[in-house]
């Protein structure tokens, strides 16, 4: 091997001796992009002959007409895919005859891919005067006479198929454009949001596919001679409907399809609806080379991308995030200069990109940030990524008959069932680099929601064997029990998906020569119990997915070596000590790590070393989990492990379960928390003191759950700091919702004296709460108001004590921040859900409380044994739709007795 290498060396030696002899100098390689030019288009239509766009006529002709914009000229975009009628629908705004009559001036200008300028300008003079102007006309000169052909009047401008993203370019062409009457209007058509964002003053108008019926009238218009259709009415319209259906409201491929139908038998038109896709990839139809344009457009980079998804079948929701590891695996994503080396974040720009172009359609979006999580393919665009994938990418089927020699990516729909070996067709595919199953309507291949196949061992090591260059594999929920060693032999792969395998208890060490391996995903290999010794190789390992690995018992020693990883959903403390485990200091060094991560077994970490802190520089993390498995008695250990825990400063999401101290961290309540919108803390038992935590201007959500030592949630005197001259803190301003359960001892929010009992003045309020929960609290008997509570739980707590002071409020005021204006509304004036359980002291529902709920529609009351009587303000609850009262035995009595008790109408009583 030593004679290979120094031969080697001197080859490379000699080619850069070369390069120098030869002056040869470096340059970036750029690609360009060709593509073909489309036709002109012009202004003239027959309305007659459209379908199907009269509302998107008429909301933009009011537009155009009543808008009382701010602007001189203002500019509306028209989006949508190829073939979906854009230039139909401008055609149809153009010819509108309260259009003409509106505008003094009327152009029409084909832009194309080519945004050239000098050109543009040209045509546009050409429309305004109807003439044609001189080639050899200086650009100073062209645009001289075009403001002057627009200046002062009231133009409509149509900029037909813009292609153009670069706001610069643009920009030349706007400012020669804004010299025309207030009331002046440009449409442009382009089948990019990124188009649209920058022209467009007024939000775009997307243009969507045609409906149901609209779709059948236009394939019934082309394809169909009215004898035809009335010998045949019923069966061809039932035909027509599916065929309709497969064309996804694209006219242009309605048009092409009834072309192919007209004067056909109905056996002809059987044969179409069964092949739909096939005619439609036909050249003579016209619809994929005008959709290949938007492809042509595209720069390299993202071709292959959307090539790929090629693999997606038709109809398939698909995740976001597998997307783009999908494509890392490929070597598709590529760092740009601007970026710090994050792959998944260019990936993203590379798909928000496609998204924008109309490759793909956002199905569900997180709420939080708006990102698109899940997204689907129009079947047109489906067919066009099958047509420039051709046979390197195929969808197979279990016999893999479509898959050949030249296939590099193939595709499951169905579950795998391989049991007696792998088909002969697929053996011959020996350069595949993509192996991946994908369920119809699954997102992330929860393996709860799929069926699962098979793969025999035997099965598993041919189909690694024989594949030597994968880059993804997918064995997911295969029932795979053991890993063949030959896992290992798989230099090239960068995705490896396990997850579902259920039997699954150990991985071969073999594993851990994957120094390629990006994504290994073990989400819910219920029976795993340890990660591979060696797991610290795996030098590039992006993402490591152990969710429901429940058997999981400790962490391989050397995991903080693998700086890369971004995805770690758990962390789990090992009992044993050895060299093979890995302690809780090894999270020290994984900087890199994002999203939520949970650390538990926490009762086995051991007194960490002091000062140290393990998550605080992880500025990536939003969500942690810190629990205590078992019951603990070693309280000072626990409260010295949650101390080096203390969370980086932008984390939203906290849930601390099972601590054995008696207090909580100080840094719980310190500036480093003041993202933090959800906190819970659970199970904590011998927790006697918590901190100020109303200082937590940005919480939204607590639970305080079986905190069974606690008798005050609040420790600090509240008095000075929220009721002084100049109050600095507002009690609790952005929460939202407060569940306080299984807490015996609790016995009120603050200690007594803190705040005065009497005045109501004198008691915190909670500005935003609008919902609240407390269950199994029988001895809390003090809180701060809740005025604007909309749901109310209670159970086996104190009625009286905990809603009596909030009634007596005439009104409440309430102030969002310490300089914000004050609110004013009646106390309970927005319940809208009131629960009452197992409320023992409760006798009946006072007068004064009901008559405020004006907004209630859902009251139920079950198993308060001692409600008597309902009051006489029962009228007051105007809004009332479900009213359940069950298990009051006393009140039952007396509606028994009380023949003439009319005050619950509609009430079940039992």
Partial sequence: MGHKVKALRERLDAIVADRANFHLTNHPLELPIEVRERDQT????????????????????????????????????????????????????????????????KMWVCVSEKFELKVIVQNISEAATESKPDKELQMQTLQNRLRDNIDGKKYLLVLDDVWNDDLEKWHSLKTLLLDGAKGSWIVVTTRSEAVARITGTVSSHLLRGLSRSESWSLLKQMACKEESLESNGSRLKAIGMEIADKCGGVPLAL??????????????????????????ARPESGILPILKLSYDHLPPHLKQCFAYCSLIPKDTKFGVKRLIRYWMAQGFIQPTSGNDGDLEDVGHEYFKDLLWRYFFQADEEDEDSGNVECFIMHDLMHDLACSVAATECCVASLEAENVNERTRHASFEDRLYFSHGIPTTLLKATRVRSFIQINSGHMDLSFNQKKGGHMGQSTCSALISNFKYLRNLDLSSLAIKKLPHSIGELKHLRDLDLSGNRDIRKLPGSLCRLQNLQTLDLFGCWSLENLPSKTSRLVSLMHLNIRQCTNLCYMPRGLGKLTCLQTLCKFVVGKKKGREVCGLRELQGLNNLKGELGVSCLENAGIPELGS???????????????????????????????????????????????????????????????????????????????????????????????????????????????????????????????????????????????????????PCFPCLSELHIYMCPNLTSMPLFPSIETLYLKETRWKPLIQPTIKMKSATLKLAPSSSCSIFTPFCKLETLWLKDMEELDSLPDEFLQNLTSLWDLRIERCFNLTSMPEGMHCLTSLKHLKISTCPQLRERCRRDIGFRLIPHGLIG
């Fill in 42 to 105: 012009h202004s003239f239509v027959r309305a007659q002959e459209i379908i199907g766009r009269d509302y998107d006529k008429k909301k933009i002709v009011k537009l155009l007409l009543e808008s009382k914009a701010k602007e001189n000229v203002s500019i509306v975009p028209i989006v949508g895919i190829g073939g979906l009628g854009k230039t139909t629908l401008a055609k149809m705004l153009f010819n509108d005859e309260n259009v003409v009559k509106h505008f003094e001036l």
């Fill in 255 to 280: 048009r092409a399809i009834g072309r192919v139908l007209y004067k056909k038998a109905e056996v002809e038109w059987v044969k179409v609806k069964d092949n739909v896709h096939k005619y439609i």
């Fill in 613 to 763: 802190t393990y998550l605080k520089d992880k500025l990536n993390l939003k969500s942690l989990e810190f629990k205590w498995s078992r019951w603990s008695w070693t309280r000072r250990e626990d409260e010295m492990v949650l101390e080096c825990l203390q969370p980086p400063p932008n984390l939203e999401i906290l849930k601390v379960e099972g601590y054995a101290g008696t207090k909580l961290s100080s840094w719980l309540s310190s500036m480093t928390m003041m993202n933090v919108t959800q906190l819970t803390l659970k199970n904590c038992t011998k927790c006697k003191h918590l901190p100020p935590l109303h200082r937590l201007s940005s919480l939204k959500l607590l639970k305080l759950s079986r905190l069974v030592a606690l008798e005050n949630v609040s420790e600090t005197e509240m008095q000075k700091e929220l009721f002084s001259a100049k109050p600095t803190t507002i009690f609790f301003p952005s929460l939202e919702e407060l569940w306080i359960r299984d807490c015996p001892n609790l016995k009120g929010w603050w200690r007594p004296g803190d705040v005065g009992e009497a005045s109501n003045a004198q008691r």
